[in-house]
C-alpha cells in the first residue's frame, strides 16, 4: 500500500542567491516535500514508529539550510533530497520544491524541484 507523506509550504528563512544582497541577508524560502512509502504497517499500526515523521523531516531541513550559505536552489534542492533519502529507508521516491517569494519583483516564486528514487 503505497502512500505519500507530505510537507507543504515549510517556510525556512536562509542565505540564498548570488546576488551581493543575497549572500548577507535571510530571506524566506517555501519548501514543498513528497515522500513515497510503504503505509501498509503504519494503517494496520497507528505508531509514528511505522511511517515517515514529517516533523523529524522538517527538522532536518532547517537543519541543513542552516549550515551553509546557499548560492543555488537547485543546489538546495539536491542536497535536500539526498539527505532525507539517506535519512529515512522508507523513503522509496522523494520530491523536493524550493520556492523564492521575493527573488523576482513580478513573479509570486521562482524556484527549483528534484525528484530522486532509491536505487535497489
Known sequence: ????VL????E???????MPAERVTKQPLFIDVEMDCDFSAAAASEHISDTVNYAEISTLLGELINKKAYQLVE????????????????????????????AVGNADAVGARMEKQRNG
Open 1 to 4: 500500500m503505497i502512500g505519500t
Open 75 to 102: 543546489t538546495l534542492v539536491a542536497e535536500a533530497c539526498d539527505l532525507i533519502l539517506q535519512t529515512e529507508t522508507r523513503i522509496m521516491r522523494v520530491v523536493v520544491t524550493v520556492r523564492k517569494p521575493n
Open 12 to 18: 525556512l528563512d536562509c542565505i540564498i542567491g548570488i
Open 7 to 10: 510537507i507543504d509550504r515549510l
